[in-house]
């Protein structure tokens, strides 16, 4: 069904609708929430001065995308792989996958089965989950907390870290997404690249289709041991290493087997055990190392004292807690968050004998398998599941099963590895760096034109001096209502980035002169820490006044330019708010002053100044979700909807809590520009 917002994209291409209702408030009875101006996404005709790259790429959306099929001569080699095998096979073997086949015919499978590897084992050993007796018990609150101790650090926001600081440095952002087959690598050991899927660039819960393929270790084979608990765990909680600490790591599963215990309880064993006490092992004080320091022996062994790994886990959790299914929308979000999930599944002996095809058996019978969910296919109606068989088991060690079939994806659970910078440099976010200058900002709303003259006190050559010289100022000439961004290095004369200002103006029979024999301080504390320089806005005002100097309270001054921007009057709440940050840099409403300077940025055009204004709002702001909305629009603007798309999902996902008005509003702008052929976005 079409939302209010999409059909008014059909309507008018170059419109989107900004959310409906439920704009966040503040406590404070003197600050009125925000107001959504009408929003025009097309791009304009001017550019602003740094340009953002455009998407060169297939779009992220709602609507399926074309599936990828394997390489045709790759599954050819595979299929004939399989007969050569059947054709040696048991007669008892030969019969019962005739019996299979008739049996899928009748009731019109989509998958094929064939004399696997592992049909040559009993189930016991293929297996081994062995559910606790009350799984859940206190899953609400553990995940909680688990969420909490990740915090603003999940998959989803690092992405959001990394558009933003490319930004910052003036560069495109993270590859848009990117449609197209995995690198065939598909953690094979070159035992084949694993069955093709369509992905992209960063995980979308919105994609049609995505996989983790790249970064998914070397399927497995657990042997005549039925551990597979261990294996699901160490594939989500390696690829989770990949993820996060770029560490592309074959880890021990001998060790989980021997030494993983959670409460004093046993993890496992060839017998059987539970995935989330290993990741509980992780989580608290347990490390695995290399599979080359304690390899794999299809066999229970001693935990023997071992150098401390630094490979930990810092969090895990339920993807629904409390809940024994998990919908497919929560799963796809949780694995954009998180990477990869373990889970469960019932594994039947039609599983056993899976070559190829969509698995749709829908055997609701007991579960006693773990598995890995690495990806999705909404065109197949899919999950690609990566199983501990060997390469010798379906599409190369992987598995298409259709979304609830068999009981896949009840007791879902995520990991996420910790950070460590020792492991491969980390994916920390890059440290805000000290600045001792800011770049200037003029603004004449005095009502007459001005001469202004001005020095500048800064670093030069190794020193601090003032330019132009002790001696010597500029000159320049302020129009009325006119604002000079002197940071800007298309304004010239000059470009000001100064500690002090002396500054002096004169016009219609007044002079402004409060800065000239007392220097203004630029950055009282000495320095500061920012993304990138900081401006400072200086106002001059009727009767030889500036915003400096002047006597009105945070909060008056803050309403003025609140009601400036309410009155859709954007430029002149800009030059408002710049000199409220400016005078007040420490004042507790900064981050909503930035708010609106940004949403005022995007409403005259400025979608670059946008981003950087709302960019300046952290993640621990009450409206981050709101600030993100307004940076999906803006990457829009810029012609980028593969970030766009990025950050919308962020507010749709409900991460930081926006008003449910809001998040509809994010999905249908999802679904809008997912729609949308080239008029708003360049997707190539």
């Known amino acids: 069904m079409l939302s209010a917002l999409l059909a008014l994209h059909l309507l008018a291409p170059h419109l989107l609708a900004p959310p409906p209702s439920g704009s966040p408030a503040l406590s404070v009875p003197s600050l009125a929430p925000p107001s959504t101006p009408p929003v025009r996404i097309g791009r304009q005709s001017k550019d602003p001065p740094r340009r953002v790259g455009r998407a060169t790429s297939k779009r992220v959306g709602r609507r399926p995308v074309p599936v990828v099929e394997v390489a045709p001569a790759r599954k050819g080699r595979r299929a004939a792989e399989y007969r050569q095998r059947e054709g040696r096979a048991p007669a008892a073997a030969r019969a019962e996958l005739a019996a299979m086949r008739e049996a899928i015919r009748r009731r019109g499978g989509a998958f094929q089965v064939g004399y696997t590897s592992a049909m040559e084992r009993p189930i016991s050993q293929l297996t081994g989950l062995v559910l ?196 497919v929308d929560e799963l796809k979000d949780a694995m954009c968050k998180y990477g990869p999930i373990a889970t469960t599944v019932h594994a039947t002996q039609a599983f056993v004998a899976y070559t190829g095809g969509v698995f749709d058996e829908r055997d609701t019978g007991v579960i006693n398998h773990a598995v890995v969910l690495v990806g999705w296919d909404d065109q197949r109606g899919a999950w690609l599941m990566r199983n501990s068989w060997g390469t010798k088991w379906g599409e190369d060690g992987y598995m298409w099963i259709r979304y609830g079939a068999n009981r896949i994806g009840e007791y879902s659970a995520w990991v996420l590895a910790d950070e460590d910078e020792g492991v491969n440099g980390g994916d920390q976010p890059a440290p805000q760096p000290h600045f001792a200058e800011k770049y200037l900002s003029l603004a004449n709303q005095s009502g007459q034109p001005l001469d202004v003259w001005m020095q500048w006190y800064a670093e030069r050559d190794g020193g601090d001096r003032w330019l132009p010289s002790a001696s010597k100022s500029i000159r320049l000439s302020l129009a009325p209502g006119e604002v000079v961004n002197v940071n800007d290095p298309t304004h010239q004369p000059f470009v000001v980035q100064a500690k002090r200002l002396r500054i002096w103006a004169s016009g219609g029979g007044t002079t402004w002169t409060a800065w000239q024999s007392t220097p203004l301080d630029l950055v009282p504390g000495g320095s500061y820490q920012a993304d990138e320089q900081d401006v400072y806005s200086l106002v001059l005002l009727p009767g030889g006044k500036d915003s400096a100097s002047a006597s009105a309270s945070p909060i008056g001054e803050f309403e003025a330019a609140q009601a400036l921007y309410q009155g859709g009057r954007f430029a002149e709440s800009d030059v408002a708010f710049r ?4 005078r007040y840099p420490d004042h507790a409403w900064v981050g909503y002053a930035r708010y609106f300077l940004g949403v005022g940025r995007y409403s005259l055009g400025d979608y670059y100044n946008a981003l950087v204004e709302l960019y300046a709002i952290g993640p621990e702001h009450r409206w981050f979700a709101y600030a993100l909305y307004w940076c999906g629009m803006a990457w829009t603007g810029l012609g980028n909807c593969g970030n766009a798309i990025l950050f919308l999902e962020a507010v749709d996902s409900d991460q930081y809590g926006a008003a449910p008005a809001w998040r509809a509003a994010a999905e249908s702008a999802i679904e809008a520009l997912s729609a949308d052929q080239g008029s708003m976005c360049a997707w190539g």
């Not at 000199?579 to 400016?582: G, L, R, Y």
Request: glycine share 12%; hydrophobic share 35%.
């Open 132 to 327: 606790p007796a009350q799984p859940l018990q206190g899953a609400v609150e553990h995940t909680a907390r688990a969420s909490r101790r990740v915090g603003r650090r999940n998959l989803l926001i690092r992405q959001l870290d990394r558009a933003r600081s490319a930004l910052r440095q003036g560069r495109r952002g993270p590859p848009p997404p990117a449609a197209g087959p995995s690198s065939g690598q598909g953690g094979q050991g070159g035992q084949g690249g694993g069955p093709n899927v369509q992905t992209s660039a960063f995980c979308s819960p919105s994609a049609g289709a995505f996989a983790w393929l790249d970064k998914a270790p070397p399927v497995r084979d657990q042997a005549q041991c039925g551990s597979c608990w261990a294996f699901a765990s160490m594939g989500a909680f390696e690829t989770s290493q990949r993820l996060v600490n770029g560490a592309s790591v074959d880890l021990s599963e001998q060790r989980i087997l021997d030494c993983a215990r959670a409460s004093g309880v046993d993890a496992g064993s060839c017998s059987g055990g539970w995935y989330t006490r290993v990741f509980d092992w992780l989580a608290d004080a347990g490390t695995v190392p290399l599979e080359s320091a304690d390899p794999y022996g299809a066999k229970e062994g001693v935990c023997a004292a071992q150098p401390a790994s630094r490979f930990k886990a810092r969090a895990w959790g339920w993807v629904s807690p409390g809940m024994v299914s998990s919908s």
């Open 579 to 582: 000199a409220w940050i400016s």
